[in-house]
């Protein structure tokens, strides 16, 4: 039973908070990086659930035990196999980008998983992923997974000019960044356009492909496109600061809370971490790669961002560096302080 099996995990399992990444390819040092962010900001502790080609496993192993101990003690970690559960496994592999399908399947492969934020490889954190955590807390009876729009303006979003499927709302959904009740999601029956009884997650995934397979350009978000096109009473949407993508600043700025709060998760898609096409995208990327852990946060990674960010004010993303620093400012003070609380209390003569 449910209740059963949840009573059963080990207590550090059930009180972390679980983060999901899909890694084929040349992904291994975008989710190392990603990985990093996570644990350089966050409070509560973690569970890693890393899904990766064979051959990635023993990389990823070596990597994560380089990390010091005051890091490696934040978080636990499992490394899947890729896996398909229903279906043409090599049709799922292909689909879009390699191994992309996968998070499609975490609600079936993470039993015992009772919620979980899923994100591509190529996003940073700039904040505590508690704070995107406490979202959960904020869906209604209903609700059982979260994503930020694909865009803010329909006339210049994708969806909304070029789909030739349901897509959610004006503008679609982007699934960069997807928070979910995986318990919700595995007990509920999917309204959908096949079968009027509804089906269940598991049971409607490869049916749904079947059908739109010819009409589908960005492979599995898509697919959640057409889910939520049907069911939108299931989907909380957040706001475009915990999604920060490029064309968010590219044509001008377009994502009021990111100028109200500053970038909450930043998702340098469009492959904007090694190129020099969003030179501010890539200067965030290389200062988190580089920043050595132990060091001051505010010498080795604040500082640096913003003499990189001095090279990039020419650019449409780079005349904007408050969006970018205000919440990791924010953020890093809010570790420092902690650190010195807690050094000041080991230390009682002071």
Request: hydrophobic share 35%; with cysteine; proline share 6%.
């Given at each position: 039973?449910?209740?059963?099996?949840?009573?059963?995990?080990?207590?550090?399992?059930?009180?972390?908070?679980?983060?999901?990444?899909?890694?084929?390819?040349?992904?291994?040092?975008?989710?190392?990086?990603?990985?990093?962010?996570?644990?350089l900001f966050s409070?509560?502790?973690?569970?890693?659930?890393?899904?990766?080609?064979?051959?990635?496993?023993?990389?990823?192993?070596?990597?994560?035990?380089?990390?010091?101990?005051?890091?490696?003690?934040?978080?636990?970690?499992?490394?899947?196999?890729?896996?398909?559960?229903?279906?043409?496994?090599?049709?799922?592999?292909?689909?879009?980008?390699?191994?992309?399908?996968?998070?499609?399947?975490?609600?079936?492969?993470?039993?015992?998983?009772?919620?979980?934020?899923?994100?591509?490889?190529?996003?940073?954190?700039?904040?505590?992923?508690?704070?995107?955590?406490?979202?959960?807390?904020?869906?209604?009876?209903?609700?059982?997974?979260?994503?930020?729009?694909?865009?803010?303006?329909?006339?210049?979003?994708?969806?909304?000019?070029?789909?030739?499927?349901?897509?959610?709302?004006?503008?679609?959904?982007?699934?960069?960044?997807?928070?979910?009740?995986?318990?919700?999601?595995?007990?509920?029956?999917?309204?959908?356009?096949?079968?009027?009884?509804?089906?269940?997650?598991?049971?409607?995934?490869?049916?749904?492909?079947?059908?739109?397979?010819?009409?589908?350009?960005?492979?599995?978000?898509?697919?959640?496109?057409?889910?939520?096109?049907?069911?939108p009473e299931c989907?909380?949407?957040?706001?475009?600061?915990?999604?920060?993508?490029?064309?968010?600043?590219?044509?001008?700025?377009?994502?009021?809370?990111?100028?109200?709060?500053?970038?909450?998760?930043?998702?340098?898609?469009?492959?904007?971490?090694?190129?020099?096409?969003?030179?501010?995208?890539?200067?965030?990327?290389?200062?988190?790669?580089?920043?050595?852990?132990?060091?001051?946060?505010?010498?080795?990674?604040?500082?640096?961002?913003?003499?990189?960010?001095?090279?990039?004010?020419?650019?449409?993303?780079?005349?904007?560096?408050?969006?970018?620093?205000?919440?990791?400012?924010?953020?890093?003070?809010?570790?420092?302080?902690?650190?010195v609380i807690v050094?000041?209390?080991?230390?009682?003569?002071?």
């Amino acid at each position: 039973k449910p209740g059963e099996q949840k009573h059963s995990k080990e207590p550090s399992s059930s009180q972390c908070m679980h983060l999901a990444v899909v890694a084929c390819g040349d992904r291994l040092e975008e989710t190392l990086i990603m990985l990093k962010s996570a644990v350089l900001f966050s409070n509560r502790r973690l569970c890693f659930h890393i899904f990766a080609e064979d051959s990635l496993k023993p990389e990823f192993e070596k990597k994560l035990k380089e990390w010091p101990s005051s890091y490696t003690k934040k978080f636990e970690h499992n490394i899947y196999p890729i896996t398909f559960s229903v279906g043409n496994a090599q049709e799922w592999k292909k689909l879009f980008k390699p191994c992309a399908a996968q998070r499609l399947f975490l609600p079936v492969i993470l039993k015992d998983v009772d919620s979980l934020l899923y994100v591509d490889t190529d996003v940073l954190f700039l904040r505590p992923i508690d704070d995107i955590w406490h979202v959960l807390k904020e869906f209604n009876s209903t609700q059982l997974a979260a994503m930020a729009p694909e865009h803010e303006i329909p006339k210049i979003g994708w969806y909304s000019r070029f789909a030739r499927h349901p897509y959610y709302g004006a503008t679609g959904v982007n699934s960069g960044v997807m928070l979910m009740n995986l318990t919700r999601i595995r007990s509920t029956h999917f309204k959908n356009s096949m079968m009027p009884s509804g089906l269940t997650w598991e049971e409607m995934l490869y049916p749904l492909y079947q059908k739109y397979k010819n009409y589908i350009t960005w492979g599995d978000q898509d697919l959640l496109n057409i889910i939520f096109y049907f069911n939108p009473e299931c989907l909380y949407v957040f706001p475009c600061q915990w999604n920060y993508r490029p064309d968010h600043c590219m044509y001008g700025s377009n994502c009021k809370g990111a100028e109200e709060e500053g970038v909450s998760i930043l998702h340098g898609n469009r492959g904007v971490y090694h190129d020099d096409k969003q030179p501010t995208f890539k200067a965030l990327y290389e200062v988190i790669r580089d920043f050595p852990f132990e060091d001051n946060l505010f010498q080795s990674l604040y500082y640096p961002l913003q003499s990189k960010f001095l090279d990039t004010v020419h650019t449409l993303c780079g005349r904007i560096p408050q969006v970018f620093l205000k919440q990791i400012e924010k953020t890093m003070k809010k570790v420092y302080e902690n650190r010195v609380i807690v050094y000041l209390g080991a230390n009682h003569r002071y």
